[in-house]
Nanobody
């Protein structure tokens, strides 16, 4: 069993930056691919970025256009999402997830509770 907890969300003006963190407890995080997903009001949850077990391969949603960076520290059991150049359309609840595959549309086994990110124009 893996427990995931996100932090770092908040309110930021357009063009600003936020750094989301996901801390894992329970099983060793390095056994899992990790991902960040988001769900905006009235929309379905969508993948934002994923990273493989060792961190060698990443996936990013094409809509991000290079503004976000996912990274992981297996020694500290943490995954981060650095978000730069935030836009109002990035407003959503952001979720951390762990799973056996880093493919964003595969099934993910564990989910955090989410952290709210609000970008004002």
């Amino acid at each position: 069993q893996v427990q995931l907890g996100e932090s770092g969300g908040g309110l930021v003006q357009a063009g600003g930056s936020l750094r989301l963190s996901c801390a894992a407890s329970g099983r060793i995080l390095s056994r899992y691919a990790m991902g960040w997903f988001r769900q905006a009001p009235g929309k379905e949850r969508e993948p934002v970025a994923t990273i493989t077990f060792g961190g060698s391969t990443t996936y990013y949603s094409a809509s991000l256009k290079g503004r976000f960076t996912i990274s992981r520290d297996n020694a500290r059991n943490t995954v981060t999402l650095q978000m730069n150049g935030l836009l109002p359309e990035d407003t959503a609840v952001y979720y951390c997830a762990a799973g056996g595959s880093s493919r964003p549309w595969d099934s993910w086994d564990y989910w955090g509770q989410g952290t709210q990110v609000t970008v004002s124009s």
